[in-house]
C-alpha cells in the first residue's frame, strides 16, 4: 500500500483522484480547505505552511505520490487568491514535501496545469515571471490593465507558470536525480463543480460553447482521474518534466504547428552550454 497526498480533493477531479486512489487500497491524506482530513486555505502563507506541516506528520515522512489539484478558476474579484492557490499552493507545498517524496525512492508528483497555458491570448509575460520569481505583488499587479478581465488572465498566467516551473524542477537533481518524477496534467472543459456553476450563467455558458473542442462536449472529472493514476504508476518512471494535455483537442487546435518545434539558431549556443554542463 502507497500514501499519496491529494490537494483540492473535497470536490471535482481531487476528488475523483483520492477516490480512485483509495479504492485501490492506497492511503491518501486529502487536503482542501472543507470536508478534509488536512483543512487548510492554501491562499495564505499560514495556510500552506499548516497543510505542508500536518501533511509530514500524517505520512512519517514518507510519500510515494503528490497530486496537486487545489486550483482557483476565472471568477471575478478573485485574482490575489487565484495567483496564491494556483502557484503558490503548489510550489511551496511541493517544496516542503521533497524530501518526503525523496524517501519513496521512485515518487511520482502530479500538477494540475491547464490548456488555458496555451489558449489564452495576450497574457503578460512580466506576469509569468513575477510568478516564478516568488513575486506576488508582480504577478498581480502587471494584470491590473485588464480590469474585469484580470482574474482570467490571472488563471493563465498562474497555468503558464505553474508548467515552466514543472519542467525547469522535474530535471533537476534534487528531483529527477532522487528518483522523483515530477510532471503537469493539462485538462481543458471538465465537468466539474466548476465548470457547471459557470453553465448555470447564461453570458458565462455562452462563451464556454463557444471555445473549440474538436471531440465536443466536455471531460468526464473520472477519465482525468484515471490519466493522473497512470502518470502515479510504474509505468510512468520515464515521464518527467511533461505536461500532458487532456482537453479533446482543444491545444491542438489552436497550436498544430508551435509545438514540438526545433531549437532556434539564436538558442543553439545555450543548448550546447546545458549539454556540456550536463555530461559534468
Known sequence: MSTYVVTGAASGMGRAVAEKLAAAGHS????????ATVMADLSTPAGRRRAATEV??????????????AGLGPASGRTRLIAEVNFFGVTELLDAWRPALAAAGNAKAVVFSSNSS???PMVPGR???????????KAVGTLRIFGK??????????KIAISRWVRRTAVLPEWAG???RLNAIAPGAVLTPLLEKQLATPAEAKQIKRFPVPIGGFGDPSHLADWVVFMLSESADFLCGSVVFVDGGSDAWFRADDWPRGVPARRLRGYLRRMREFRH
Do not use: N, W
Open 127 to 137: 506576469a509569468v515571471r513575477g510568478f516564478l520569481a516568488g513575486d506576488v505583488d
Open 28 to 35: 491518501v491524506i486529502d487536503v482542501d480547505i472543507v470536508d
Open 56 to 69: 509530514l506528520e500524517r505520512c512519517d515522512g514518507r510519500l510515494d505520490g503528490a497530486v496537486m489539484a
Open 118 to 120: 496555451t489558449t489564452v
Open 149 to 158: 478581465q484580470a482574474p482570467t488572465f490571472a488563471y493563465a498566467a498562474s
Open 178 to 180: 532522487a528518483g522523483i
